[in-house]
């Protein structure tokens, strides 16, 4: 038996088996970024829809005339509750790169304040409102941004 014939086949056979493993390799790697791309495109957009869902309540809770302080006060925390914002917060916090989990927990703080803004003695004339609700509104814009922006990078 040639010895050359033995060491090609079996270089075939080494080439051929290692072609394959790292064709494999990249299929798996593309599959994966592919499901966490998905992962955390559904988690940004319901993280963004829980803290709209929350500003859009408070500002109609703010419009309700007919509640002492102590209903608003109760009812505004049972709003930020029910949002699902504070475990989305949490999900956001790991599975987000660095930089955009800070402006997600910075936009949940200013919804969080804005929430704050019951506990004064009357929400209904409070000055500051519009200015807390302007800060809202900035940081869920910046947050969506950065949002795109890591959704667009791969």
Not at 109 to 122: A, C, E, K, N, W
Request: net charge neutral; hydrophobic share 40%.
């Amino acid at each position: 038996m040639d010895w050359g014939t033995l060491a090609g086949t079996a270089l075939g056979a080494i080439l051929g088996v290692g072609t394959t493993l790292f064709a494999e390799r990249s299929r798996w790697q593309r599959e994966h970024t592919a499901r966490e791309r998905v992962v955390r495109q559904q988690l940004y957009a319901e993280y963004l829809g829980a803290l709209s869902l929350t500003t859009h309540r408070l500002r109609d809770l703010k419009r309700n005339t007919g509640l002492t302080r102590e209903e608003r006060i109760r009812q505004a925390g049972e709003i930020l509750g029910s949002t699902n914002a504070y475990q989305l917060r949490y999900q956001m916090l790991i599975i987000a790169p660095e930089q955009l989990g800070d402006t997600a927990d910075q936009a949940f703080g200013r919804v969080r304040d804005l929430r704050d803004r019951f506990d004064g003695p009357d929400v209904s004339t409070d000055p500051e409102w519009s200015s807390a609700m302007n800060a809202v509104s900035e940081i869920l814009n910046a947050l969506r941004t950065a949002m795109r922006s890591d959704l667009t990078v791969e």
